[in-house]
């Protein structure tokens, strides 16, 4: 598939020649206004202006073993990015930007291509159009064509093979400002994700419809504005005018948008876009000028972004009444709070966390930002579990009081109350290693000394926890390595100091179980096999082999990690050995053999199906 413009048009951009020196914008997504000098080596160069004057993009020829000073004197650029093939761009050094908006360097090439930050033109989308679209879940259509016939194009990624009005449906749109070029390279890391024909995205994209817009302002990125389309307009403030007064940009927008939610209501719509503040945020509506449930929304989806994200910070968010002149607010105006919608900005230079801005982090933030919609829509799988409350049966009291428990609500216990504990399963899983997490509501009555005991693959591991603080977010509790398929169990006991909350908790997959490695140097002592025959309706064989005397235990196990019974406690000289293991009392479910000498066990589970 080949993307191209409609028509062809002449584009001019301005050049600026002083001695051998020349700078030049005559390109896509150039910017430059003027260039002045009294000294051939300190230039003050003025970009085209709309709504400010922030991005630049140009290049400088007769320029090798010179030292060049330059100061963009309308900009607010801190450190420039520059590149001698415009294609890889890297930073100016914190000594080559000595103060705001200047850059200086003695350069090696006798060219080179300066901008904010590392452009993302419409060719450059085109290429990427052309790579993304041998996948069978990618597909285009052109919404319309701006005033300069240039193409807005719409993407849809989602599996064809479950209808479209079966599924929940996510907008999510990039470079209304067109400077903002790091909103593109957020955008470039969600496809990136969306098409790694990864398992759990896959399984989300027989669940979602991505409709998703790379340009809603192909015009102003093509010639280089900074904020506003060719015609001087924000876009971003374009939504609640009269269609006369509308450009024909977001008329477009409005009448796919219309469409979609024709189908079924979006369920997410995101609006991407940067800052010149160095830390990511998200605009989250106040619940005053919006609704509770659609403030709570926000906050959740927000939190659970910046959950495992080392790009973003709790008091990195921002608040705002919502306008009806944005995108949100015009959704809101006529969906209200069936659409969860967000303004998402990231910076061009450092994060909040001192981490640089680049490519490759504002990629990481794409895949976050895709791994965050699952999560708040509450698609689990068998990779990405997510395990909520209301998946479980307790005698724990449900609530829903507050903006930042997970999902619906959460439950609670007393002090004292004697519920015993509030269990979650994940149902039989693949061998393999699991990370798992937990998520608590934020309130200062809640324990610091809350029991969370996680169990499966023969091991039972406990931990306490301080849910008094580091609520509403994802909190590592630990790993379990499971050598064989089974059931991982976690369980959030009620006996503690103060209320203890059962909230959600998500367990990842993370590769194959850490005990592969170590079963050659057990087996050199002891090897216990699979029972015979697995599943199992009454009665199953256990074999186990010696290498050598010695004192052994063979225990049963059940899935909350009790001890069901012990077959042997002795010791045995070397050789093999086989037990008859009766399950006829016991109800159907996984049950877990685990054999040990010393501090060396092996365990593996096995299936009672009556």
Known sequence: MKFFLRTFFLVVFSSCIFSQVRFDANFESGNLESVSTTDSVTYLVKTREDIGGRWFYFKMSGIRNKFIRVKVINSDVTQAMYSYDNQSFQRFSALESPQLNTFEKTYTNDSVFVSYYTPYSLSYLNKRISSWSSSPFFSIDTIGYTKRNLPLYEIKITDRSVADSLKEHIWIHARTHPGETTSSWHFDGIMKTLLSNDEAINYYLKNLVFHLVPFTNPDGVYFGRSRTNVDGIDLESNWNEADSLTSKEVLLLKQKI???NAIKTIKVFLNLHSQASQFCTFWIHTASST?????RKELQFSNINISDNPYFKFNDFSYSNLSSTFPEGWQWKNWSDK??????????????TGLTVDSASLAKLGERTIYSIAEYLDLSHPKRMILDNSQISSTWTVDSSGYEFFGRNFMYASPNSGKGSADFSTGI???GKYDIYGWW????????????????????SESIVNQKSNGAKWNYLGSLSLGSSGEIVISVNSNASNFVAADAFRVIYSGLPVNVENQVTIAKDFQLYQNYPNPFNSQTIIKYQLQESSNIKLLVYNSLGQIITTLVDEVRPKGRYEISFDGKNLSSGVYYIQLSSGNKMETRSMLLLK
Do not use: H, W
Not at 339 to 352: C, G, K, R, W
């Open 291 to 295: 609704s509770s449930s659609f403030y």
């Open 441 to 460: 509501p934020s309130n200062s009555i809640l324990a610091d000394n809350t029991k969370i005991t996680l169990k499966g693959g023969g091991t039972v």
């Open 258 to 260: 219309k469409s979609v």
């Open 429 to 431: 899983v693949q061998k």
């Open 339 to 352: 659409t969860m919608a967000l303004t998402y900005e990231t910076p061009y230079d450092v994060y909040s």
